[in-house]
């Protein structure tokens, strides 16, 4: 898993490095409201420590948005297996730091792990979930061209799918 860049970001494979940045995102409340509540210390260092294990076993996972002007970290975002089962298609997603909400900075990461996912990873589809009041992902889901996929149970919740196919993808 190598760095990628878009123009305002750069995507590091998220790592311990990235511990503070993290915790200060996943501390937020508001940033975690619909990402299961805000995180402790200990929570994000085991999260961390999942994202490098899963990262070890397939090859990739969770990049560190780092923003490209400051070198500040305004987010993570990443790909990965539904349920965590490589048996399951590939899951995209992404949280930013509140002060870099609607700044395009979402879709913009997004959009690099798709690429990721259809030309590296050789993806032929590409899943997001979200819980179902969070319409900020829906809108970046939506500008990704992903489709509604109904709603399906994943990680012990009834949530949203949304799909993007590679051969959709490769028509836009």
């Not at 780092?66 to 970290?73: D, N, P, Q, T, V």
């Not at 913009?108 to 993806?123: K, P």
């Not at 990704?144 to 799918?161: F, I, K, S, T």
């Amino acid at each position: 898993m190598t760095i990628r860049h878009t123009a305002r970001l750069r995507l590091e494979p998220l790592d311990g490095v990235h511990f503070e940045g993290m915790q200060a995102m996943n501390g937020d409340p508001e940033t975690m409201r619909w990402l299961g509540g805000p995180a402790t210390p200990e929570q994000t260092r085991a999260m961390i420590g999942r994202v490098q294990a899963r990262r070890a076993a397939w090859g990739y996972g969770w990049w560190a948005l780092i923003e490209r002007a400051s070198g500040e970290l305004v987010g993570a975002a990443g790909i990965q297996h539904l349920g965590f089962d490589p048996a399951n298609p590939h899951e995209i997603g992404w949280r930013l730091r509140r002060a870099s909400w609607g700044l395009g900075l979402a879709t913009e990461a997004a959009r690099e792990i798709v690429r990721y996912g259809f030309e590296v990873l050789d993806a032929p589809r590409l899943c997001a979930t979200r819980h179902p009041q969070n319409a900020a992902s829906l809108r970046v889901m939506q500008k990704l061209g992903m489709r509604d996929a109904g709603l399906q149970e994943w990680n012990g919740e009834r949530v949203p799918v949304h799909e993007l196919l590679r051969a959709d993808w490769q028509a836009m």
